[in-house]
């Protein structure tokens, strides 16, 4: 089983390592070399990755098995929410993990950890977008409780795509 861990700014380079590696994992199949490129090199350069670890309204947390990080969560609230969704909202911007570690129980402890950081902050809902093609996070997340309540474009390079919001109120 996983345990939790909260990153911090030592774990830069491991978290710009799990973050490429994890998205590739996902969607390298679905998109172009280059777009999928360009948005890596966008999205987890080591500056905004740094950036972001300091943002005090963002938080970022390893999945750990064995010593090793399996997966991470990466949680919003107030003015880090990437939409805005107010103050009684907490955003799950990004729950990946390493395809060997799929299926086992390490999302469902990562989304604890949102649920749990939710609770104690007293918010009234979480959301999250997530591709409309990926069906297996989508599956998982409706099994965790959310629906869909919205959409918005997201671009892989010059590719429009369509993220579905989905919600879960607490």
Known sequence: MATIRKCTADD????????????KETFDEHNS???????????YNLPKL???????????YFAMVDNEAAGYLKINTDEAQTEPMGDQAL???????????????????LMNQAFEMAERLGKEKIWLGVWEHNDNARAFY???????TG???FFMGD???????LTKTL
């Open 12 to 23: 830069l380079q491991q978290l710009q390592d799990i973050s490429i590696l994890t998205y």
């Open 33 to 43: 070399e280059e777009n999928m490129n360009a948005y890596l090199e966008a999205a």
């Open 50 to 60: 740094e950036k972001e670890l300091a943002t005090p309204s963002s938080h970022f």
């Open 91 to 109: 955003e799950v911007e990004r729950i990946y993990i390493k395809k060997k570690f799929q299926k086992n129980g390490t999302g469902k402890v």
């Open 142 to 148: 409706e099994k965790k409780g959310f629906v869909e």
């Open 151 to 153: 959409s918005h474009s």
């Open 159 to 165: 590719d429009e795509q369509t993220d579905l919001i």
